[in-house]
């Protein structure tokens, strides 16, 4: 099980195995907020291991038996919560094609920044999720800058995360090093 050493580590029931771990070749940046546009509740952890209280939120009903996971959380303090190991397939991107093969998440690796599409994200999300994804290419090398998306340009016309906020200049320029060597 591969899993970020600094990360707080809860289990998701919301995942499975991979076809194969040698396809791990996508990394999805996603954003989350419950309830929606509001921080630091433990509406997120309660999601994704099936703990979320329907009657805490209005929202929360209407998405009351969703069955989802991201391999890991950036909050926005910067810390970063990882619910299913990278090598195991999380569930996250539904239904999604890239590069004309559909089923992302056979092969991709999710990530979720505590947010929303239009409000900044955090300079400790950025710090964290710089670190994280150089561990993600370091175990996976087969993720190039080429292999990093959002949400949106998996499932383009249902999803809009991460949003018009997320600075992607900002991370892939914060990557620079770690792809020198293409």
Not at 56 to 76: D, N, T
């Amino acid at each position: 099980m591969v899993f970020y050493p600094s990360a707080q580590r809860t289990l998701s029931p919301f995942y499975d195995e991979r076809p194969s771990e040698d396809d791990i070749s996508l990394l999805v940046i996603h954003n989350i907020s419950l309830p929606p546009s509001e921080f630091g509740t433990s509406g997120i952890r309660d999601l994704f291991t099936g703990n979320l209280d329907v009657n805490a939120h209005p929202f929360y009903k209407e998405i009351a038996g969703l069955r989802v996971s991201a391999h890991c959380v950036i909050y926005r303090t910067g810390e970063i919560e990882q619910f299913v190991p990278f090598n195991a397939r999380a569930w996250h991107a539904g239904v999604s094609t890239f590069q004309g093969t559909g089923r992302c998440n056979d092969f991709a690796i999710g990530i979720e920044l505590e947010g929303t599409d239009t409000l900044p994200y955090t300079d400790e999300q950025y710090a964290s999720l710089q670190q994280v994804s150089e561990f993600i290419i370091n175990h996976y090398p087969r993720i190039t800058l080429g292999r990093i998306v959002g949400h949106n340009d998996i499932a383009p016309g249902r999803k809009t995360d991460p949003g018009e906020a997320f600075d992607w200049a900002r991370f892939r320029t914060s990557l620079r090093n770690t792809f020198l060597h293409e």
